[in-house]
């Protein structure tokens, strides 16, 4: 019943604007090369009857395809996560070293052992599976050196070199080796926090210890609801 209403109404709309054109133009100047049809289609499909009319029934069409977008993204964010997982695991024994004199032919196991043992670590070779700088040669002048990336052997040699990097000399520092997505997570929650303290990593992870809560930071829109960064 409804859709002969509307065809019903469009077609009286059709009619009276016939009518009027009719009218206005004169009956002797009137011929079919004076009509202006495309006009008249554009008036017909722009009127509030037939969009009225339209409007459910398109948005009755899409749903389907709305509600399984929704699925696919829910999906999506499932597979991102157990693929960050995953590569966090496997980043477990790697670090990365700041601020180490980087020069043209080095022996980056090396600079690694050397760099352990001004903290009193003794490590050999046998301890590194590898090491390598990471990013582009840059041999411009006063340009900090590229960080280097160390993947152990054990999971305790890494530990135990986190848990003497402060005896570091100054400038030279040791990170975990992030995901993409926990270092943008990272790097967002220090920004937004005004303790810079509560924001950390551990074992790959994000986390957040403000003294009263410990939790781990998933994603950038998790930072934003946890974190009470003093704009309230």
Known sequence: MASHRYTYHLTIDFVDK???GHTSKGTDALNDSQINIGQLVREVLQSDVILKGISPIVKKAIAPFEKRVDELKIQLNKLQIAFDDLSTYNRRTNLRFYGIAESIGEDTNQLIIDTCAKIDITINSEDISITHRIG???NSMGQRPRAIIVRFVRYCTRQMMLRNKKKLERGTSINEDLTKS?????KYARSICVEKKCIYTSNGKVMYNDGKKRLELFSVQHANGLIDDGRD
């Open 18 to 20: 016939y009518e009027i």
């Open 182 to 186: 926990n270092l943008s997570i990272f």
């Open 136 to 138: 582009k040669v840059n």
